[in-house]
């Protein structure tokens, strides 16, 4: 019953994410077969980064490897020169990864300062008889 609920929590944050215009697809590779991230405002300074993976067949691995979250300083998204607000690793944060499944999605929610832009850098990770691979994939950013 557990695992019937989260799938169903699964499919509809992919449904929503899909539907979301912020979203940006990102190139694939030989585990990855898609996913994507946004940035989704609850209130002001109460911010979520969102996002789901899926894979080319049933993973050991799948999920995020690393989120890390930017204040925007300037007018376009610059990580060299924004100032960095959080960085969330798996090892820190098992949730964000998941085992022997073909897609995986997750929310991490914080705090920020209102009246600010933000945007997320992800790295995506899938991995699958001893082979894996990484993808970069950054959200547009989103007021606080």
């Not at 798996?90 to 945007?119: A, E, K, W």
């Not at 992800?122 to 993808?135: C, E, I, T």
Request: aromatic letters at 14%; charged letters at 15%; hydrophobic letters at 40%.
């Amino acid at each position: 019953m557990k695992k019937c609920v989260t799938y169903l929590a699964l499919i509809i944050m992919v449904v929503s994410v899909l539907s979301t215009p912020v979203l940006a697809a990102e190139h694939t590779n030989k585990y990855i077969s898609s996913a994507g991230a946004y940035i989704h405002k609850w209130a002001a300074g109460d911010i979520s980064v969102e996002f789901h993976v899926v894979g080319t067949n049933t993973m050991d691995t799948i999920g995020a490897h690393r989120v890390t979250v930017y204040r925007m300083k300037g007018e376009t998204p610059d990580s060299a020169t924004d100032e960095l607000v959080a960085t969330y690793w798996y090892q820190n944060y098992p949730d964000m990864m998941t085992t022997n499944d073909f897609v995986y999605g997750h929310s991490i929610r914080l705090n920020v300062t209102h009246g600010y832009q933000y945007y997320a850098v992800l790295v995506f990770y899938a991995s699958r008889d001893g082979g894996g691979a990484n993808m970069p994939f950054s959200t547009d950013p989103v007021w606080a």
